[in-house]
């Protein structure tokens, strides 16, 4: 009985195996399309942040360059000479001025220049960080297509384990008549072995012939088992 048995086993085993090994497979690759899944939101978000953050940057450029620009030339003429007291002429006096207007020029000029260079850079960084997140996002929509690929072929493998598993091994008249037989002569036997008799010796050859049924019975059975695994090598 245990080696039919064990021969059934065998059976569904050799089924089960190569389903046990696909899912492996589609196991792993669903852990590392999971941490995959879980990078790419990381990023996104990083990348999301990032570009959010130079935006505000941006922004503190454009209000500090429309302060500078509307900056106006404000000087205060000296028409004395500080050392004399004397009138300075009026050429002097323009010729200061238009200098210092033209330091406040360039000056102006070149801190403009310099916040609209740092306002592209900003703005260059930002674009790089938001077309990175879109490609992340693109990415991130095809692993999780993936994903759901690989958990819906693992659930379609675990309903054929179980399947095979819930298979119940084949029931045939015969073996089941010679399971019964030889459970009740076990019985009998236990039976006829705890009990006091009065005749001794007419117990003793019924329990020779029960004896002699049993292993006839087990003899049946191991037939019967060897049949049937001849029958399946066929």
């Not at 007291?85 to 033209?102: I, S, W």
Request: contains cysteine.
């Amino acid at each position: 009985i245990v080696d039919f048995n064990a021969k059934q086993r065998e059976n569904a085993d050799s089924k089960l195996e190569p389903i046990r090994k696909e899912r492996a497979r589609l196991v792993g690759e669903k852990l590392d399309l999971e941490a995959s899944v879980g990078k790419f939101k990381r990023d996104i978000e990083s990348d999301k942040a990032a570009a959010s953050k130079l935006e505000r940057r941006m922004e503190e450029l454009r209000v500090r360059w429309h302060e500078v620009n509307i900056e106006e030339f404000k000087h205060d003429e000296e028409d004395t000479c500080p050392t004399c007291g004397q009138t300075l002429p009026a050429e002097q006096v323009q010729a200061a001025r238009e200098k210092a207007l033209a330091r406040f020029n360039q000056a102006k000029a070149a801190e403009l220049e310099e916040i609209s260079m740092l306002g592209q850079q900003a703005k260059a960084e930002a674009d790089g960080y938001k077309t990175g997140a879109q490609e992340k996002s693109a990415m991130l929509e095809n692993a999780q297509a993936e994903l759901a690929k690989r958990v819906s072929a693992i659930e379609a493998l675990d309903d054929q384990l179980n399947v095979v598993n819930n298979v119940e091994l084949p029931v045939n008249p015969e073996y089941e008549a010679l399971l019964q037989q030889k459970a009740d002569l076990e019985s009998k036997l236990a039976n006829a072995e705890g009990e006091k008799a009065e005749n001794l010796s007419s117990l003793k050859a019924e329990f020779a012939d029960m004896r002699l049924s049993l292993r006839a019975s087990e003899s049946e059975l191991a037939k019967f088992g060897q049949h049937e695994a001849g029958a399946k090598r066929i």
